[in-house]
Nanobody, 116 residues
Framework: QVQLMESGGGLVQPGGSLRLSCKASGSIWNMLTMGWYRQAPGKQRELVAGITTGGTANYADSMKGRFTISRDNTKNTVYLQMNSLKPEDTAVYYC??????????WGQGTQVTVSS
């Protein structure tokens, strides 16, 4: 089993920044990728960004240039730096841990609200 603890959500004004953190614990030897997804009210969950064990990152097109995913292997933690936030970025952000056996673990989600 893998446990994911997210932090860093909150309320921010348009144009502002937030940094999300996700710490993995438990049976974390079998990771393939970690990443972030988000789900806005009435919409499907969508990929925000992911990062492999080797450090290769990928982003959804709408996040490129504004969001940066990174990882600290010593802390088993993945970060999502979000800059130039827009109201349409408002959503619940979920940490995802994807294993080499194609199994997914999810965090409980952290709310990000972008509003003036």
């Amino acid at each position: 089993q893998v446990q994911l603890m997210e932090s860093g959500g909150g309320l921010v004004q348009p144009g502002g920044s937030l940094r999300l953190s996700c710490k993995a614990s438990g049976s974390i030897w079998n990771m393939l990728t970690m990443g972030w997804y988000r789900q806005a009210p009435g919409k499907q969950r969508e990929l925000v960004a992911g990062i492999t064990t080797g450090g290769t990152a990928n982003y959804a097109d709408s996040m490129k240039g504004r969001f940066t995913i990174s990882r600290d292997n010593t802390k088993n933690t993945v970060y999502l730096q979000m800059n130039s936030l827009k109201p349409e970025d408002t959503a619940v952000y979920y940490c995802n841990y994807h294993t080499i056996y194609r199994r997914d673990y999810w965090g409980q989600g952290t709310q990000v609200t972008v509003s003036s």
